[in-house]
Nanobody, 126 residues
């Protein structure tokens, strides 16, 4: 059974930092691109960041570029999202996800991802 479990969310003030973690099991996650997405109340889930299987290539949404950093530790089956300079508009449930294709180019569309975690809430107060 494939599982992704996120942690690290919380309530912070604008300008603060958080680091989210996502631990995978039931699959060789080191072979797959991994992504982070977020969903704000009343809005659709949106792409935040993605990293390739090796950790060498990453892409970001324009709204988080320069503030967020995605990374991974394949030995621990874990992907991270370091979030600095948080803004109230970063509020939402953050989900990690595993791409459908092993060793592929990192992609941004939700439909490209097969397995999802349950999400962790991030709330940024102004």
């Amino acid at each position: 059974q494939v599982q992704l479990i996120e942690s690290g969310g919380g309530l912070v003030q604008a300008g603060d930092s958080l680091r989210l973690s996502c631990v995978g099991s039931g699959r060789t996650f080191s072979r797959y691109p991994m992504g982070w997405f977020r969903q704000a109340p009343g809005k659709e889930r949106m792409f935040v960041a993605v990293i390739d299987w090796s950790g060498r290539t990453a892409y970001y949404a324009d709204s988080v570029s320069g503030r967020f950093t995605i990374s991974r530790d394949n030995a621990k089956n874990t992907v991270y999202l370091q979030m600095n300079g948080l803004k109230p508009e970063d509020t939402g449930v953050y989900y990690c996800a595993s791409d459908r294709l092993p060793m592929g180019v990192p992609r941004r569309s939700i439909s490209s991802f097969e397995h999802w975690g349950q999400g962790t809430q991030v709330t940024v107060s102004s």
